[in-house]
């Protein structure tokens, strides 16, 4: 399942082009895509799902039709819709699971992506990210890929105390283990991010099944290989930056569901284009 495209945000002083493109696959080794995304401006996020009896599939659409009802196209938003989109989100899940719901029977779902908001006088349009889970955030500025958002994670909380090195991670029993999600308790502890616009920007938005599989400098040669955010319409019917991600996370082992969105933006003021 895939999706790309383009659009314009046209303000009083600047002119924001985005393209995107976004895929999502089964993986080899699952029996339900518990993976969804929304990719269409302003708004650009992947939930993973989690839980007992199709739950988990069933959190992550609750989110993307959380946010389809709270944010609305082709505007650029606010923190506080944002932000209210997510605590929305978070009840909505929540209310997923019943009184005796424990362990994996309680729905839940990772929450990581990109917005592009308008943070008031005196800041102006901002990307503003957001994360809760291990679904990630990179920046990508045509060289180097950073990953922005830092995974809500049992492992990752262990690399932080000091008690287990990063190239120790992958064989870790406890390495899908995460410590927030949307859904898991009253509150959605969200991390996020204001980045002001400027210029040529890119962002990577995966699923765990994508980062697990492929390495960093593998992610940044596929980028590196693709004109970030280019539509298959414009490559020829060729495959998009998000499909070649998903492809080669299959071709390495393919174990989870996989999900990646790339989302690019150039800004600049209306007098330029006059």
Known sequence: MGEHGESDLILATEHTHLSFSAHSDIGLVRSVNEDSFLAGSPVFLVADGMGGHARGEVASQTVVRVFEEHIERDVPSTPERILDAIHSSNDAVHDLSSADDFGSAVAGTTLAGVAIVDAGEGTGLCWMAFNIGDSRVYTWDGHVLRQLSVDHSAVQAMIDAGLL???????????????????????????????PIDGRQTFLICSDGVSNELSLERMTRILAAHETGKTAAQNGGGVTVAEALVAAALDHRGRDNLTAIVVGSHSRPIEVLA
């Open 165 to 195: 090195r990063p190239e120790d991670a992958e064989s870790w029993p406890e390495r899908n283990v995460i410590t927030r999600a949307i859904g898991l308790s009253d509150h959605a502890d969200a991390d996020v991010w204001l980045i």
